[in-house]
């Protein structure tokens, strides 16, 4: 008993140590350790937003997995990663930025208080609409696309990261 007590207790430790741990690493911090978002890390590199958020913020980041990238038109995100299209580049990626710390029962709570959709305006200035599909939270671009929040909740010390499966655009 007394060593299934222990062991309990060092589980719990560990536990509350990788929690900490994670919430020291923001939300760029995050991003570069995922697989799944090379490409999103090498366009926010691009676009030189690393600095920006890696500041206090707090940010709310809808990230687009490498496999949504790939869902654009050949020669795109090469295209956006050239110096010259880096204002471009830019506004893309922080179309994809809400400031303030939105977990998903904040985004869901503002859904409900929109009646089904919630209007969130974005660090570039654009509005992504959110609402409930089978289930899942979707996202509708200001060009009529939509994404689906796949993971939520991966916090850091400056906000949270919702992974996305496609790419919203502005207008």
Do not use: C, R, W
Request: hydrophobic residues 45%; positive net charge; charged residues 20%.
């Amino acid at each position: 008993m007394k060593k299934q007590i222990q062991s309990a207790l060092f589980a719990a430790a560990m536990f509350l140590t990788i929690s900490a741990t994670a919430q020291k690493n923001d939300i760029v911090d995050i991003a570069i350790g995922s697989d799944a978002h090379t490409t999103l890390v090498a366009a926010v590199k691009a676009a030189d937003l690393v600095s920006t958020l890696k500041t206090d913020g707090p940010f709310t980041v809808f990230a687009p997995v490498n496999e949504a990238f790939a869902k654009l038109p050949a020669g795109t995100v090469d295209f956006l990663l050239k110096p010259e299209n880096k204002a471009t580049l830019a506004k893309i990626l922080t179309y994809h930025v809400v400031a303030g710390n939105l977990d998903a029962n904040a985004v869901i709570a503002a859904i409900k208080e929109g009646k089904g959709t919630a209007t969130l305006t974005t660090v570039s200035g654009g509005l992504l609409k959110a609402s409930i599909d089978n289930g899942k939270v979707k996202l509708t671009d200001e060009k009529g696309g939509s994404s689906f929040v796949t993971v939520a909740d991966l916090k850091g010390s400056n906000g949270v990261i919702h992974v996305i499966d496609t790419v919203v655009l502005p207008k």
